[in-house]
C-alpha cells in the first residue's frame, strides 16, 4: 500500500484559499486518493475522493497531476471552522483493501481571524 | 446519511476489567472496523471484518477481540484492560466497492 507523506502543520487566514499537497511516490494503478477531515473528539469526516485531473465538490477540489505521484486538497475561503486535522489517504478500495489504509499524522490546519 | 453509532463516549474502567465497546451502523456496510487514535500515533487498525462471523487482525490486534455476530454490530472486546489500551476508540464502516470508510464519533476509553 502506497505510503504518504503531508505537511504536519499549516497556517492559513480567513478567507484564503489553502492547498494541502500529498505525496504518494508508490501509489499502484487501481489506487484512488481519499481526503479526511477530523475535529477535535470527533471521528474523521470523509471529503473527498478522486483518481485523476481534477475532482469538485461542495466542500474541496482534489488536484492530481498526470503521474498521480501527489495530489492536492484545495480548500476555498477557508474559515475557522476549516481548523482541523487532514488526512491522505492512498487505497484499491474496490478489492476490498479498504481496511489496511493508513492514517499518517495528517496535516493539522490552524485558521486564524 | 451513512450513521454509525459508538454506545458509550467516555468511558473509565479498571485495569483487569473486560471491556465491550459497540458499533452500530445503519447502512447495511460488508466491511466494519476498529481503530484506535493517541497522540503522536495517529490512527492504528485493531481489526476489521468483511462479513457476518469474519474477521481479520489489523496492525495491533494484540489485547483485543472482536465480534460480529450480525451485519450492522461490530463488538470490540478488551479481555482484560491495562492502562496502555487508555485511548480514543473509533469505529468505521463502508460497503466493499469504491466507498469511503464513515466513522463513528468515538469512544475515550481510560483504564486506571
Known amino acids: 500500500l502506497a505510503k504518504t507523506t503531508q505537511p504536519i502543520s499549516m497556517d492559513s487566514y480567513e478567507g484564503q484559499e489553502v492547498n494541502i499537497t500529498c505525496s504518494h511516490n508508490?501509489?499502484?494503478?487501481?489506487?484512488?486518493i481519499t481526503w479526511y477531515q477530523q475535529f477535535p473528539s470527533q471521528g474523521p469526516r470523509f471529503i473527498i475522493q478522486?483518481?485523476?485531473t481534477k475532482v469538485t465538490n461542495e466542500v474541496a477540489s482534489l488536484f492530481i497531476p498526470a503521474d498521480r505521484k501527489s495530489s492536492t486538497l484545495s480548500l476555498p475561503r477557508v474559515s475557522l471552522s476549516d481548523t482541523a486535522v487532514y488526512y491522505c489517504l492512498v487505497g484499491d478500495f474496490g478489492s476490498g483493501n479498504t481496511g489496511k489504509l493508513i492514517f499518517g499524522q495528517g496535516t493539522t490546519l490552524q485558521v486564524k481571524p | 446519511d451513512v450513521k454509525v453509532t459508538q454506545s458509550s463516549r467516555y468511558l473509565v474502567k479498571r485495569t483487569g476489567e473486560k471491556v465491550f465497546l459497540e458499533c452500530v451502523q445503519d447502512?447495511?456496510?460488508?466491511?466494519m472496523f476498529w481503530y484506535r487514535q493517541d497522540p503522536g500515533l495517529g490512527l492504528r487498525l485493531i481489526y476489521f471484518?468483511?462479513?457476518?462471523?469474519?474477521?481479520e487482525k489489523g496492525d495491533i490486534p494484540e489485547g483485543y477481540s472482536v465480534s460480529r455476530e450480525k451485519k450492522e454490530r461490530f463488538s470490540l472486546i478488551l479481555e482484560s484492560a491495562s492502562t496502555n489500551q487508555t485511548s480514543m476508540y473509533l469505529c468505521a464502516s463502508s460497503s466493499f466497492r469504491d466507498s469511503p470508510l464513515h466513522f463513528g464519533n468515538g469512544t475515550r476509553l481510560t483504564v486506571t
Open positions: 478522486g483518481y485523476k
Open positions: 447502512m447495511d456496510h460488508e466491511n
Open positions: 471484518s468483511y462479513d457476518v462471523k469474519m474477521k
Open positions: 508508490n501509489i499502484a494503478t487501481n489506487d484512488y
